[in-house]
């Protein structure tokens, strides 16, 4: 009953964008409102892992603390900023960086 209920919803939502005056421009606010949301969250999510873990990344040598630094503003501009290929290959320099530091951290353990 409540699947039948939300994709009603969803497609009233749908036809409200499609079929009333401005309605792709109520998307478009509406589609930036929630990426900047998403990307706050990451933001957050990472300034409370940085305090969480603060005397664990005081032990990585200097480089491998700069680019896991990187690697997190990497990811925050990549996914407020790009798309396509551009971002899938932000994305994989970014794993492999955090790869990288997780390799570091794990020697010193």
Do not use: C, K
């Amino acid at each position: 009953m409540s699947t039948a209920r939300n994709v009603a919803i969803v497609l009233a939502i749908a036809a409200a964008v499609t079929f009333l005056p401005g309605g792709g421009d109520v998307a478009a606010v509406i589609g930036r409102t929630l990426s900047f949301a998403f990307i706050a969250v990451i933001a957050w999510g990472l300034v409370y892992l940085y305090r969480r873990h603060r005397m664990d990344l005081e032990q990585l040598r200097t480089g491998f603390r700069v680019l896991l630094y990187a690697a997190g503003g990497v990811l925050v501009l990549a996914l407020a900023g790009t798309s396509g290929v551009v971002l899938l290959i932000l994305l994989v320099a970014v794993a492999l960086a955090l790869f990288a530091v997780w390799q570091e951290y794990r020697t010193l353990a």
